[in-house]
């Protein structure tokens, strides 16, 4: 993938997330009489961090899934082309 191909899609993935949040915190419902809350408004900060914690882990994860496969893939890919190489050699 291409530098630029990867900048666009790191900007595109941050604007979601800025649009994400900002969806988060004005527009849910506010204060409703009698006390009762309701919507987005009534996450406390407390929930609003640990979704963060746990959804950045899992995107983190993700990646390093990524990586453990593709040098899975890649070790396996090396070791069809040395057993080619061999037999063609006698």
């Given at each position: 993938?291409s530098?630029?191909?990867?900048?666009?899609?790191?900007?595109?993935?941050?604007?979601?997330?800025?649009?994400?949040?900002?969806?988060?915190f004005?527009?849910?419902?506010?204060?409703?009489?009698?006390?009762?809350?309701?919507?987005?408004?009534?996450?406390?900060?407390?929930?609003?961090?640990?979704?963060?914690?746990?959804?950045?882990?899992?995107?983190?994860t993700?990646?390093?899934?990524?990586?453990?496969?593709?040098?899975?893939?890649?070790?396996?890919?090396?070791n069809?082309?040395k057993?080619?190489?061999?037999?063609?050699?006698?």
């Open positions: 993938m530098i630029r191909k990867s900048v666009v899609a790191t900007i595109v993935i941050l604007a979601i997330i800025a649009i994400a949040t900002y969806a988060l004005s527009l849910g419902g506010g204060n409703t009489p009698g006390g009762n809350e309701s919507g987005f408004r009534s996450l406390s900060v407390r929930t609003v961090v640990t979704l963060a914690v746990v959804g950045g882990s899992a995107f983190i993700g990646f390093g899934l990524r990586d453990v496969i593709g040098r899975a893939v890649a070790m396996r890919q090396r069809r082309l057993s080619a190489q061999g037999q063609k050699r006698p």
